[in-house]
């Protein structure tokens, strides 16, 4: 059975390809030479030792038959490694390792490996190629879509970074296999999110992906054909959706605030920041805090009278089929609310909530207009004791 998936990413000057699905690293090479034109120069491929001792032989190795000359450059594991010092290390491999103008960078791992590897390659000699291989859930239906590159400074996350499109992006959804629970919730509440901002059908499909979900027996599932054919399909129809978003807004400008603007895509965001924030970025992955920001939202919405009570449910319960979420109820609220007060997106007024009329129907809206006394009760709602 032919389990794969491709989506073509077009721009009006560019374009390249999402391929999906199981086993495709042992030919990674042969994709790569692909996505390069047939040209196999040098290849520069950064991970991580974890991710590296898992799937870096395989790929290296395929590399390395389609006529690659591979230099593999590692970085530490975890978001404190998506800095400037990474990334000068990073460049100084790439010079003194002579890559050209003419090779490529590959990036095998999550969103911190994807983000860094690819703000390095915009920059290296101006900007040489770029290829995904994300092995997240999390990278595969979010973070490898849309060209967002760069690295974290000592005044926030994402702060230094370049819009930088890759060549070719390959998602081999058997490296799902390996991934910590915590990470595939964290996957999961992002795919959520993109459901419940997209459509119904995409949301439909999502929990009902979830209603089958079960940690214990994730990694068998595997043996399944109909099981890996599900998930090709889910992380397809995921990418796909990104991709739309992306294509119609790809620089996310200010101005664009309708329902398919790039900004939609920070549904349950803005509580996520500012619980990661006052929680020192340790307690919480990201796709975790965004799963408790879907639930703020949600709540927020229908206390603005804009979304119905079954919808919340609705959102909540598919949320609680992702996993375990880390309890916030012992963190005050008022610290939590406080960080909007130096959030820069206030200082130009831009801080907005993403909100839901109905599933996939989302609305923007500013931070002014919403009272401090229903985000007060809403955070008490959503963490009952
Ligand atoms: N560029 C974008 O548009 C965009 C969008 C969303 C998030 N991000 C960024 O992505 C980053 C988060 O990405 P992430 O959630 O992938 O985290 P991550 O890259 O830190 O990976 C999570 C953990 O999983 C491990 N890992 C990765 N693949 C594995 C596998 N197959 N098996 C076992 N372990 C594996 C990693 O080593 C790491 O410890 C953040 O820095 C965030 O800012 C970027
Ligand atoms: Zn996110």
Not at 345 to 363: A, F, T
Request: proline share 4%; aromatic share 10%; with cysteine.
């Amino acid at each position: 059975m032919n389990q794969t998936v491709s989506i073509e990413f077009k721009y009006p000057k560019s374009g390249y390809a999402i391929d999906i699905g199981p086993d495709l690293l042992p030919a990674s090479g042969e994709w790569a030479k692909k996505c390069l034109g047939g040209k196999a120069g040098k290849a520069a491929l950064v991970s991580n030792a974890k991710v590296f001792g898992l799937y870096g032989d395989v790929i290296k190795q395929s590399l390395e038959k389609a006529g690659f000359d591979v230099f593999v450059c590692l970085i530490g594991d975890g978001e404190k490694f998506k800095s400037f010092k990474t990334l000068q290390k990073t460049l100084d491999n790439f010079s003194e390792s002579r890559l050209s103008r003419t090779d490529v960078v590959v990036a095998l791992g999550g969103g911190v490996i994807g983000d860094l590897a690819g703000f390095a390659a915009s920059i290296y000699l101006r900007g040489v190629s770029f290829l995904q291989v994300p092995t997240t859930l999390l990278s595969m239906i979010d973070s490898s879509v849309g060209g967002k590159t760069g690295v974290n400074s000592s005044y926030g996350k994402n702060l230094i970074g370049a819009f930088y499109q890759p060549k070719g992006v390959l998602v081999d959804v058997r490296t799902l296999q390996t991934l910590p629970k915590r990470e595939l919730t964290a996957g999961f509440c992002e795919a959520i999110k993109q459901g419940a901002i997209a459509n119904r059908k995409l949301f439909d499909q999502t929990a009902a992906f979830l209603k089958t979900y079960n940690p214990k027996s994730f990694v068998r599932s595997f043996d399944n054909e109909d099981f890996v054919s599900g998930i090709v399909s889910l992380t397809g129809v995921q990418i796909a959706f990104k991709a739309e978003i992306v294509r119609g807004d790809e620089r996310e400008s200010p101005d664009k605030i309708d329902a398919r603007s790039r900004k939609i895509l920070n549904f349950g965001h803005t509580f996520a920041h500012a619980l990661e924030k006052v929680t020192n970025y340790r307690y919480l992955k990201h796709g975790e805090a965004v799963g408790h920001g879907i639930r703020f939202a949600a709540e927020l919405s229908k206390k603005l009278g804009l979304l119905s009570p079954n919808k919340v449910n609705l959102l909540n319960d598919v949320v609680r089929r992702a996993g375990t979420l880390p309890p916030i109820g012992n963190i005050d609220p008022r610290i939590v609310f406080e960080t909007f007060k130096y959030d820069k997106k206030l200082i130009d007024n831009s801080l907005q909530w993403i909100l839901l009329k109905d599933l996939g129907k989302p609305v923007i809206f500013p931070h002014a207009d919403v009272p401090q006394s229903a985000l007060m009760s809403t955070f008490k709602d959503i963490t009952p004791s």
